[in-house]
């Protein structure tokens, strides 16, 4: 019988020294590994715990990322199975730290990404370091490492295919915020308008009462009402989809002027509760 020796390539990345959070998700990982067996293929820790910059301060303590492979190949995933490995997972993270956030991957879905180079998937193997392994993950970095996982060109025009929709999407929160902004500024007039003993009317007639209530009386500056028109002009305009675009130098304007309102009737509101009191 011919003997020889098998020498396996060194891991991309070191195992941390003295690190509590690479011990937990180590510790994490057997528990898994026990309870689970073939079913999980591969669990890996990657983020900024497995990049090594553990190191830099946070306010708060951050989270201990972990994948978890399962396969989906040769087991069948009905719901049984799946609600299973859900209750069994979350219970053994729930033991060991809170900071556990366990991503889960099927096999099938992993070789796909692997396949097309998908972007989110090759940051996994470039940071990823393997806490168990069954001959997936660590291949798969060598295969990174070689440069035999590139991206494929139905993977390039799907990542472009989103910027643009990104891009609108990034418009339609401006137009949002300038909408939350609007109720932020209804709510204030509700509450100083029932604070002077009115029911509030409709939006549409908010202004109006401000002006024969407030504004008249000399309680609030004739703006106070003059803005409160604006913001439901603005508001009705982006429901109705008469305005698809508003710069962010606009934006700013908008949310100097709610909050420029809303602490003035704050102000009116505390004098009339100290002078009460």
Do not use: C
């Not at 069994?88 to 097309?116: D, P």
């Not at 509450?191 to 009462?209: E, S």
């Amino acid at each position: 019988m011919v003997e020889f020796k098998l020498e396996k390539r060194k891991p991309l990345h070191e195992i941390p020294s003295e690190n509590d959070e690479y011990e937990l998700a180590v510790a994490f990982s057997k528990e898994v590994q026990k309870e689970l067996g073939e079913f999980v293929k591969s669990i890996v820790l990657f983020g900024s715990y497995s990049r090594g910059n553990e190191k830099y301060e946070t306010i708060h303590e951050r989270d201990i990322d972990v994948l978890m492979i399962i396969n989906d190949l040769t087991i069948i995933l009905n719901p049984e199975v799946i609600q299973s490995y859900r209750v069994i997972v979350h219970n053994i993270a729930s033991k060991h730290s809170k900071r556990l956030h366990i991503t889960t991957m099927k096999l099938t879905n992993f070789w796909e990404y692997m396949r097309s180079g998908d972007p989110v998937a090759v940051n996994m193997l470039r940071d990823g370091l393997a806490l168990s392994d069954s001959g997936i993950f660590e291949p798969m970095q060598h295969l990174l490492r070689e440069g035999r996982i590139r991206p494929t060109r139905e993977a390039v025009w799907t990542y472009f295919g989103r910027a643009p929709l990104t891009l609108k999407n990034s418009q339609w929160h401006i137009l949002q915020a300038i909408v939350d902004l609007y109720w932020a500024v209804i709510d204030a007039s509700h509450a100083i308008l029932m604070h002077h003993g009115h029911v509030p009317p409709t939006p549409a007639h908010v202004a109006d009462m401000m002006t024969q209530v407030l504004v008249k009386p000399g309680i609030l500056p004739k703006k106070y009402a003059d803005d409160m028109a604006a913001f439901y002009d603005i508001s009705k305009k982006i429901l109705h989809r008469e305005v698809a675009w508003i710069s962010g130098e606009e934006y700013d304007n908008y949310r100097k002027r709610a909050e420029i309102y809303v602490k003035g009737v704050e102000a009116v509101l505390g004098k009339n509760v100290q002078r009460k009191g």
